[in-house]
């Protein structure tokens, strides 16, 4: 039964028991995500900053954008209230899109409150980082809602996904961020091209972390004085193929199998997705001879 981890396909678009995967609610038959309501925020945002602009009456938005000496001076609610400020524009539109479709399968395999957890610290991380480097340098910074990174964590997640012109999410997501870094860096928009670079770091490392694929560094672990009679424990491998458990292994994927004939595909946690995603991959490898 195990050989058929190669042929079962990989899905994007699971729905899981957990409440957590679940949505938020339901309109009319259709499932409304904590996504969408971010997206909507932001629409709601766009709108009214386009109503303050035709009564030019803006001053009233001289309090939202982040600036990092106002912030040093206690102004501290602009590192949450800059990217509220948005004038109208087709890629902000555009940006907006992303948040409600990349960011509901992010949110479908993580589940609600987890997402909500990211999407916080994709959109904090600029102006925290801004906050610092404001001692040194004053920066400021509007109307930035962290659509990319939302996409670079589903790219993570469904690096085989087919986009536009057939590509797949993986290259799609690698040749947007070398043409938005050549970007910054054409512009000498320093600020511009770590604040990509950390936050497509951040959501490419919260993905890979939380499904296994890596480690945080250890601190207070000490390698052994040389002469020692103990030898250090050998990493474990992630591979649920290569250790001493291979037979265990091997049953817990037959029970996903087993799990995935009675309830379907959706009754998968996401560890357990994980698990037989890292099992069928071993398996494409193994096959192809690598």
């Known amino acids: 039964m195990s050989a058929a981890i190669f042929l079962y396909p990989k899905t994007v678009n699971e729905y899981s028991t957990q409440d957590e995967q679940q949505p938020v609610m339901w309109l009319r038959g259709y499932p409304v995500y904590a996504a969408y309501f971010l997206a909507l925020v932001f629409a709601l945002s766009m709108v009214a900053t386009s109503v303050f602009m035709a009564l030019d009456a803006t001053r009233f938005l001289t309090w939202l954008p982040f600036h990092s000496g106002n912030v040093l001076k206690g102004e501290v609610w602009r590192v949450a209230t800059y990217g509220l400020l948005n004038p109208p524009s087709f890629w902000f539109v555009i940006d907006i899109a992303m948040i409600a479709s990349f960011g509901r399968e992010v949110e479908k395999f993580f589940g609600r409150r987890k997402f909500l957890g990211f999407y916080a610290c994709i959109y904090l991380l600029p102006p925290l980082l801004f906050t610092l480097l404001g001692v040194w340098f004053p920066t400021q910074l509007s ?121 379907g595909m959706a009754s998968l946690t996401p560890k357990e997705r994980a698990k037989l995603d890292s099992a069928r991959d071993y398996l494409a490898r193994r096959a192809s001879g690598r």
Request: charged share 15%; hydrophobic share 55%; glycine share 10%.
């Open 143 to 263: 109307g930035e809602v962290g659509a990319f990174a939302l996409f670079v964590a589903f790219a993570t997640l469904y690096p085989g996904a087919m986009m536009f012109f057939g590509l797949m999410a993986k290259w799609v997501a690698a040749v947007l961020v070398g043409i938005y870094s050549l970007m910054e860096l054409a512009g000498r928009d320093w600020l511009g091209l770590l604040s990509l670079w950390a936050t497509v770091a951040f959501a490419y490392g919260f993905v890979r972390y939380h499904r296994g694929m890596l480690d945080l560094p250890q601190f207070g672990q000490f390698a052994l004085p040389k002469g020692s009679d103990e030898e250090p424990m050998p990493k474990a491998s992630r591979n649920p193929f290569a250790s001493p458990a291979k037979g265990r292994s091997m049953a817990e994927i037959d029970a996903l199998l087993d799990k995935i004939a009675q309830s």
